[in-house]
């Protein structure tokens, strides 16, 4: 029986080849599947990390670039972009970018970056190239600013609310006339007449008067009595010897302005706008008068730089530097102007409005916004008009302008400027003046610079 069963499995043995090669068979498919998907991570692995590798390389491609850019511009004194900057083609289809930052103008934040098929590589450093920095001493501006020697700069009842500093002597008189800000006098300090400085209830922050003061008596010197801050209607919180700040009044270049000018295109401007001939030489005082808030509406560009003026609304858009070579006098019948943007006015002459006004806001009300809407006037004062170089005395009148006056200054008419002043001499006498600090200045506004040199240094703070 057993022999019949076991003759039967051998008689039958192809049944169990079979199953056997079709266990094999799986077997192997199975092997063969796991090896091909291994492969394929592997190499797609792989793939990723060429990517990446790639990318990284590009990167710091980008990052020699930016460093080029930035050493290069300061050796030819020129400020690195500051928007993303693109590398030319790269091979396989990748990309690079680098992008420039600082917060001192003197080092420089580069972040570099490298793309391909989808993997982003980045890099970064710092950047200080030998260099030598200018910055524009602006802190002149924060003040109503006289030059020389004037012992009559205040009077007939004027209230000066804005602070004053001056570079000589400074004198006001009159019953009624008050300055009511810190005064700063770099040589001598008279009052006459009553004249008031502060008040007993209301000090002014600081006097600082350099040499004597005589306050409505006989000249001491400062910091004494009378001149100590609470004696002879003179009041101040703080009394002393040295001025805050004092770099001179800042030296124009006319003839550079001029000549920046005449070298740009001009569209869409009047003809005898600016000038009549191209020589620097104060003669289109007419034109100008006529012309820039006459009845005829324009819209002019002087190459990137935009004056446009609307007669029917009396309103102007002025953005940039423009220079305008002769006298301005305002148009009658009290025409009130309102403007626009941040712009300088360079006169060869002066300015004199005896109507209107001309400010940043309509009404030249204290919500006047001088990060927005800035003005500034700076005449030269060739032949300038008797009246003064810059003259308001519109009756009743308020301005928001700033000036920059090689000579003098004068404001009458019970006429205020709500803006700071730069000139040789002033002369105020009547009405207020209350400064709006000016929170940006336009292109062209004169200042005094200091200059620092720096030592360059190889990139530092590498990071990726």
Excluded at 15 to 39: N, P
Excluded at 181 to 192: P, Y
Excluded at 431 to 440: M, R
Aim: net charge negative; hydrophobic share 35%.
């Amino acid at each position: 029986m057993i022999r019949r069963v076991i003759r039967r499995f051998v008689h039958e043995e192809h049944g169990i080849t079979l199953v056997l090669a079709l266990a094999t068979m799986t077997i192997l498919a199975i092997t063969t599947t796991g090896v091909i998907v291994a492969g394929t991570a592997g190499e797609s692995t792989a793939w990723g990390s060429t990517k990446g590798r790639s990318a990284f390389a590009v990167a710091q491609q980008a990052l020699a670039y930016g460093e080029g850019v930035v050493y290069g511009d300061a050796a030819n004194g020129t400020i690195p972009p500051t928007d993303v900057q693109t590398l030319p083609t790269q091979p396989n289809g990748a990309t690079g970018t680098y992008v420039l930052t600082t917060n001192d103008d003197i080092t420089w934040h580069l972040v570099a970056t490298g793309t391909l098929g989808g993997v982003t590589r980045s890099v970064s450093t710092d950047v200080t190239p030998a260099q030598t920095v200018t910055t524009e001493q602006l802190a002149i501006w924060n003040y109503l600013y006289e030059d020389s020697n004037n012992n009559t700069s205040v009077s007939g009842g004027a209230t000066i609310n804005l602070p004053i500093l001056t570079g000589g002597d400074f004198g006001m008189s009159g019953s009624n006339t008050k300055i009511l800000n810190n005064l700063e006098v770099g040589h001598n300090l008279t009052t006459s007449g009553n004249a008031q400085i502060g008040s007993a209830s209301s000090p002014i922050g600081k006097l600082e008067v350099v040499g004597t003061c005589a306050v409505n008596g006989p000249a001491k010197p400062a910091g004494t009595s009378p001149c100590d801050g609470s004696h002879n209607l003179t009041y101040a919180k703080s009394v002393g010897t040295t001025l805050d700040t004092f770099t001179g009044m800042p030296s124009v270049n006319f003839q550079a302005q001029y000549d920046a000018q005449a070298a740009l295109t001009k569209t869409g401007c009047p003809a005898n706008l600016f000038d009549k001939n191209t020589t620097l030489n104060n003669d289109n005082s007419t034109n100008i008068s006529s012309i820039l808030f006459g009845s005829t509406a324009y819209d002019c560009f002087v190459g990137s730089y935009e004056l446009k003026w609307t007669p029917s609304t009396h309103t102007m858009i002025a953005n940039g530097i423009f220079y305008f070579d002769g006298t301005f006098t305002s148009p009658g019948g009290g025409t009130n102007i309102v403007y626009q943007g941040e712009a300088s006015f360079y006169f060869t002459g002066g300015v004199t409005f005896t109507s209107g006004s001309l400010c940043g806001i309509a009404g030249c009300g204290t919500g006047w916004d001088t990060s927005h809407n800035v003005l500034f006037i700076v005449a030269d004062c060739t032949a300038a008009p008797s009246t003064g170089c810059v003259s308001l005395s519109s009756a009743n009148a308020t301005f928001q302008f700033g000036v920059y006056a090689t000579t003098t200054y004068k404001v009458s008419g019970n006429s205020g400027n709500m803006a700071p002043v730069i000139c040789d001499q002033f002369f105020i006498s009547g009405g207020t003046d209350t400064l709006v600090p000016i929170l940006n200045f336009p292109p062209g506004t004169p200042a005094p610079t200091t200059s620092v040199s720096y030592l360059g240094t190889p990139p530092t703070g590498w990071a990726g």
